[in-house]
């Protein structure tokens, strides 16, 4: 894997598991369940099975975002899904998303329980459930629609594609880190642009769109994804960063973050949410220190 000039793929693919880089031991090209277990349920009308990666602190802040606005239907236990164990691979997983990827969601608000997943479908069915961070109806509300459907389309670009190259491929290649160097900067321009004539991403108001976004893009000039900041000369984005620091200011997103945060500095760490409370009383540093 050292020359990349010499590979020549053969006639039909066949899977080594040693040569995906820092995730090699949970990709696999096959779905399904790989062991029995069922997920927790706590006595929340939501339940949240998730990580703090990007797409799942999209969805603890649309969450922490309703409960601010007074919406207690949004009260939810957040599980702690440990992508790196495997959990995602559990059969109580697996029957809440076939697709074996955080964040899931179970609203049991009603009669039977839904399943919810794919980041941006949790983020709709909230908005539509509460009424909240979506327009109704008209042209405000396609966009909006046009802005998280376009994180949905180009954040493989920037994770699944500069991320594991620049830092989890188990080799630093020069063609590939370009390419997608040049993709994520693209991006980080049309964002830039969008910018600068509105003061959210759809527009005036802070929308599903902004949550979709932020958490990828807006982390990404705050310096927290794949230390490349510096690589990607963020600070060139000017109207990114006034967003992304106006947004990351927000109450209601600074708890979200922290919500099913196993890494980073203890205070910030909340491995499961189960009450309001718990961002007082149970972040690691808390518990670590109750422990000694």
């Not at 954040?155 to 390419?179: D, T, V």
Request: hydrophobic letters at 40%; zero cysteines; charged letters at 25%.
């Amino acid at each position: 894997m050292s020359d990349q000039s010499t590979y020549t793929p053969p006639k039909v693919w066949t899977w080594d598991s040693e040569s995906g880089g820092r995730f090699a031991n949970i990709n696999r090209p096959i779905a399904g369940a790989t062991h029995d277990k069922d997920l927790p349920i706590g006595r929340h009308p939501m339940q949240l099975y998730s990580l703090a990666t990007p797409n799942g602190v999209k969805v603890t802040v649309m969450l922490e975002e309703l409960l601010a606005l007074g919406h207690e239907g949004a009260e939810y236990n957040a599980w702690l899904i440990n992508i790196g164990e495997g959990d995602q691979f559990s059969s109580g997983f697996v029957e809440a998303n076939p697709n074996s990827k955080i964040p899931a969601l179970w609203d049991r608000s009603g009669d039977a329980p839904v399943r919810v997943f794919e980041s941006a479908s949790i983020l709709f069915h909230l908005a539509e459930k509460f009424g909240a961070f979506l327009p109704e109806s008209g042209p405000e509300r396609t966009e909006v629609m046009n802005w998280v459907f376009w994180q949905m389309g180009s954040a493989p670009y920037l994770g699944g594609g500069f991320g594991h190259f620049y830092a989890y491929a188990p080799e630093k290649w020069e063609y590939p880190i370009n390419r997608f160097a040049m993709e994520a900067k693209r991006q980080l321009d049309v964002l830039d642009r969008q910018l600068a004539e509105n003061t959210y991403i759809a527009g005036e108001d802070y929308s599903i769109a902004d949550m979709a976004i932020w958490p990828w893009y807006g982390q990404l000039v705050l310096g927290r994804l794949y230390d490349a900041a510096e690589f990607l000369d963020v600070e060139s984005y000017e109207n990114v960063k006034r967003w992304a620091k106006a947004i990351d200011a927000r109450p209601a997103v600074k708890r979200g973050r922290m919500v099913n945060r196993p890494f980073g500095e203890l205070h910030t760490q909340l491995h499961e949410r189960h009450e309001a409370s718990d961002f007082e009383t149970r972040t690691q540093d808390k518990l670590e220190a109750a422990a000694d």
